[in-house]
Structure formats: C-alpha cells, structure tokens
C-alpha cells in the first residue's frame, strides 16, 4: 500500500570541504533569486565573478576545520541522524526522505523517491519562515511537482518557531550549560537583508518603521522572520526563568555591504565585552542542526572576538540535532497531531 511522504528539507551542505565543491555549492546557493534579490544578469556577475572565487577559498579552509572524515559536515551527520529517527518514531505507514535545498541529496531526487506515495508532506528544517529559505523550498518542490502527470496530495509546513517541544528541546539544551552561571545570554539567529523584511511585511506601513517593530509578534509582523525570530528567544528565555534585562536578540552571518537586520552577533558581542561581561553563553535557535555557522562562526569567531574585546569565556549551546524532543516535534509536524503543551 501507498505510505505517506515526509520530505525533510535542510539548506545545504558542499559535498567535501575541496574549493572546488565549495565553489559549486555556493554558486547554487547564491544564485537563487530568492537569496540575492537582484536582477538575475546583476547577480550572476556578483555571485560568479566576485564572491564566489573569493569566498569560495576562505570558506573551503573553514569547512576543512569542522569537516569529519567518516561522517563529512555536522549539518550532513545530524540531518541523516534525524530522518533516521523520525523514521524510527513514524513506522512503516510513513516514507521519510531527506534532501538539502542547494547541493546533494537534491529535492528532486528526494521527490522520485516519493513518486508512489499517497501524499507529500515537506517539512523545511527552519524554524522560523524567510523567503530565503522556507519560501525557496516551497518554490522548488512546486516547479518539480508541477510537471507531474499526477501530483498527491501536498502540504507544507510554514514554521515552527513557536512549537512547544521545539521550545523545550532548546531550553532542556541551555540547562546544561547552566544560564544561571554567565553574565549574559545571547540568542543569535542568522540575518537577513533589511530588504527581505521590508518585502515580506504586506501593509507595508510596519516593517522597520520604528526601532523595535520585531519585538513583540501581533497580527502585523506574525510572518515576519524577524518577530519570529524575537519570539523564538522569548519563549526559550521563559522556559529558563531568564529576565530579559539579561538576554540579547542579534543577528549573524551578514554578507555583503547592504543593511542586515540588526544588532549584529558580532557587534553585541564586542560590546557585551566592553560593558565587563566576562562570561557570555550563546543560543542560535534558527539551526536545528550544528553546523559551520554555529561550530565555527560562533563557537571559534565569536569567542575569539570576546576574548580579544576583554572577555573571558564565550560557550555555544549545541544544536537540536539528535534531541528526542526535536524528533518529537517533527513527528508532530508530519502527522498534524494536536500540539501539547509541555
């Protein structure tokens, strides 16, 4: 009989940390419209003549540092471990297939696979929704679908930035590092350009109108990333009884010289460093799995660059990645069970 689908969508990942497969993998990625939001002519020649050769290097030497030779990228290890265990929670009623937006194993390949099954359910491993990334996903499995002579039935999973066991799947990560023990908590979710936010706000009468239109979700901003994003933290910070005088929201991971949402991670960090913050503990709730934006960007930049402003010790809390909540919320996610609360 026909099982139901589940496509676990993640971003991406070069298939070995060489400059040439880093090079193609950042080629693809930088060339979807929805991640550069230029004319396509503009940007194929910033992506193919400017950032690529250049960023291609930098970044292949920073994906050989965290790059394993059984398992490859963190991202690639914990997104396998992940569809296995959803596997497992799910049962022989579910197919559950794995593919990463930019790179390999492809949408395409992961919908062949899913060609005879009674319904698709895609499931976007981000958190909170951006065009960039969960609206990327959505476009590419529709183009590939739409050329089916059948196409099951297909549902898509916007967010999960609210999830309560998402939400405690994070904070039960936090507790063992014990907050309560550094001087300040940072929540760190990767940027976006400012134009990204400004497109995705329809009243247009919201979006960056004042200084802290993100910080509280209400029916304007509900599908903004970044009210999403300072939700996100919000609850986790709750779950920990941590006040907000004692936690920051930022952004990281900014590329190129226009406006980024903002604080930037980097900036806060400089400046926790200087107001005598001497112990910082950082949470990067927009990565369900580690991966080089989190073991490296943060785990090793960002605790470099505290230490050099006049810190003393910077610690990563580690992603979902394997946690029996976060499988539990995906196996809610791919059965629309009731969510309870925990």
């Not at 994906?63 to 991202?75: D, K």
């Not at 979710?189 to 919201?206: E, V």
């Not at 190129?256 to 112990?279: C, D, F, H």
Request: proline share 6%; with cysteine; charged share 20%.
């Amino acid at each position: 009989m026909s099982k139901k689908g589940i496509l676990l969508v993640n971003l991406g990942t070069p298939d070995s940390p060489s400059v040439e497969d880093v090079q193609r993998y950042l080629d693809e990625f930088l060339m979807d419209g929805r991640v550069i939001d230029m004319h396509q002519a503009l940007r194929s020649i910033l992506v193919k003549l400017i950032i690529v050769p250049f960023r291609g290097r930098k970044s292949a030497k920073l994906y050989g540092e965290i790059w394993n030779v059984e398992s490859g990228s963190p991202l690639m290890h914990y997104s396998k471990m992940q569809q296995h265990l959803l596997k497992l929670a799910l049962g022989n009623d579910y197919q559950v297939e794995l593919a990463m937006r930019y790179q390999n194993p492809s949408i395409a390949l992961a919908l062949e696979k899913l060609k005879r099954a009674s319904s698709i359910k895609v499931i976007p491993m981000f958190p909170q929704y951006a065009s960039a990334t969960t609206g990327s996903v959505f476009q590419k499995v529709m183009e590939i679908v739409s050329k089916w002579p059948t196409v099951p039935n297909l549902e898509f999973v916007n967010s999960f930035h609210d999830h309560p066991r998402f939400i405690k799947a994070f904070a039960n990560r936090g507790k063992k590092h014990r907050p309560e023990t550094f001087d300040h908590i940072v929540f760190s979710f990767h940027g976006l350009p400012q134009m990204h936010c400004l497109k995705s706000d329809p009243t247009k009468r919201h979006c960056l109108k004042t200084t802290d239109c993100c910080r509280v979700m209400n029916d304007k901003n509900k599908f903004c990333y970044g009210a999403q994003s300072y939700h996100t933290a919000r609850l986790i910070a709750c779950q920990l009884n941590i006040p907000e005088s004692h936690y920051t929201v930022c952004f990281q991971s900014r590329l190129g010289n226009t406006p980024w949402m903002q604080p930037y991670a980097s900036e806060v960090i400089t400046q926790l460093a200087a107001e005598g913050k001497k112990r910082v503990l950082v949470f990067c709730p927009s990565f369900v799995t580690d991966c080089l934006e989190t073991v490296y960007e943060v785990g090793v930049e960002y605790r470099e660059l505290f230490i050099v402003a006049g810190g003393e010790h910077l610690e990563l809390v580690e992603g979902l990645n394997q946690s029996p909540l976060f499988i539990e919320t995906l196996e809610q996610l791919a059965t629309a069970e009731a969510i309870l609360p925990y």
